[in-house]
């Protein structure tokens, strides 16, 4: 508990505080790296739980039902028994795109059309202009090979697909997703903290170029090192003011604005020693 107070104690002398960032020289460049490294991983849990939060909220309203209600054709039982397809509706029977994903780039007319007809040519199969088509011993799917793609039901012995059985798959399939979610979430916190850690990292080398300026306009002399080590720290505030951006719906400062905040920060804070509580 005591070294977490102090690390969030680092973080407010990181905005202002002259003493700790007179200080800062005579720490290793190793506690600066983990303090960025901490300040990343804060920064990364912050985004992650806020896009979760937005995700769930949205998702909330979502019901698989509604959909299914609204999409899936009334009273359409498609059974294959034996790797023999059937349907109970007159065929063909065409399911048609909606109009909003019709498109010039999209060539298709109908999502899917099932015609099990024993009399059924090449030619009516082609004229349907469907992402897929459902035949008596066949599935023609819509791809980038010529001739598409081509799925046998030799394999299928016994499967029923009604409206039942298709609001079953989707609720398992909700529910999956719910399981996966949670190492998708920690994954995607790791992912942004070694990318923020990173980029600060590399960014930092020309940070210290900067430091090593405001300090000459403030008569503070610096070594590079040492003035790596400061802006490792002064980098801290821009990553907390970059995550509260995004609570805000504003994807990325301005990398001139990231800039500013830094070199205000460094200059606030560099110059003659002053006893300020940390």
Same mark, same amino acid.
């Given at each position: 508990?005591?070294? &977490? @107070?102090?690390?969030?104690a680092d973080i407010k002398s990181s905005f202002y505080n002259p003493a700790f960032y007179s200080g800062i020289p005579t720490k290793n460049t190793g506690n600066a790296v983990v303090f960025l490294l901490g300040v990343s991983a804060l920064s990364a849990f912050a985004l992650v739980i806020y896009i979760s939060i937005l995700g769930i909220t949205a998702f909330s309203s979502f019901s698989v039902d509604d959909v299914i209600a609204k999409n899936y054709p009334e009273n359409l039982v498609v059974t294959v028994k034996d790797g023999k397809a059937s349907v109970n509706q !007159?065929?063909?029977?065409?399911?048609?795109?909606?109009?909003?994903?019709?498109?010039?780039?999209? !060539?298709?007319?109908?999502?899917?059309?099932? =015609?099990?007809?024993?009399?059924?040519?090449? +030619?009516? %199969?082609?004229?349907? @202009?469907?992402?897929?088509? $459902?035949?008596?011993?066949?599935?023609?799917?819509?791809? =980038?090979?010529?001739?598409?793609?081509?799925? !046998?039901?030799?394999?299928?012995?016994?499967?029923?697909?009604?409206?039942?059985?298709?609001?079953?798959?989707?609720?398992?399939?909700?529910?999956?997703?719910?399981?996966?979610?949670?190492? %998708?979430?920690? *994954?995607?916190?790791?992912?942004?903290?070694?990318?923020? *850690?990173?980029?600060? %990292?590399?960014?930092?080398?020309?940070?210290?170029?900067?430091?090593?300026?405001?300090?000459?306009?403030?008569?503070?002399?610096? +070594?590079?090192?040492?003035?790596?080590?400061?802006?490792?720290?002064?980098?801290?505030?821009?990553?907390?003011?970059?995550?509260?951006?995004?609570?805000?719906?504003?994807? @990325?400062?301005?990398?001139? &604005?990231?800039?500013?905040?830094?070199?205000?920060?460094?200059?606030?804070? $560099?110059? !003659?020693?002053?006893?300020?509580?940390?």
């Amino acid at each position: 508990m005591k070294s &977490l @107070n102090a690390f969030f104690a680092d973080i407010k002398s990181s905005f202002y505080n002259p003493a700790f960032y007179s200080g800062i020289p005579t720490k290793n460049t190793g506690n600066a790296v983990v303090f960025l490294l901490g300040v990343s991983a804060l920064s990364a849990f912050a985004l992650v739980i806020y896009i979760s939060i937005l995700g769930i909220t949205a998702f909330s309203s979502f019901s698989v039902d509604d959909v299914i209600a609204k999409n899936y054709p009334e009273n359409l039982v498609v059974t294959v028994k034996d790797g023999k397809a059937s349907v109970n509706q !007159p065929e063909p029977f065409i399911i048609p795109l909606e109009e909003d994903m019709k498109d010039t780039e999209n !060539p298709y007319e109908n999502f899917l059309v099932i =015609d099990t007809r024993p009399e059924a040519t090449v +030619e009516e %199969l082609n004229s349907y @202009n469907a992402f897929a088509v $459902l035949t008596k011993e066949r599935v023609f799917l819509a791809s =980038d090979e010529k001739d598409g793609r081509v799925i !046998p039901l030799t394999s299928v012995k016994d499967l029923t697909v009604d409206k039942t059985a298709v609001s079953g798959w989707a609720e398992s399939l909700l529910n999956l997703l719910w399981v996966i979610a949670i190492p %998708l979430v920690l *994954l995607a916190i790791v992912l942004i903290t070694v990318f923020s *850690l990173v980029f600060h %990292l590399v960014a930092s080398l020309i940070g210290a170029v900067l430091v090593i300026a405001v300090g000459m306009i403030r008569k503070t002399k610096l +070594e590079y090192q040492d003035a790596y080590k400061i802006a490792l720290f002064a980098s801290a505030p821009v990553i907390i003011m970059q995550t509260i951006a995004m609570f805000f719906s504003i994807p @990325n400062l301005p990398m001139f &604005l990231d800039t500013l905040l830094f070199v205000v920060i460094v200059f606030a804070n $560099l110059g !003659p020693k002053k006893d300020t509580l940390a």
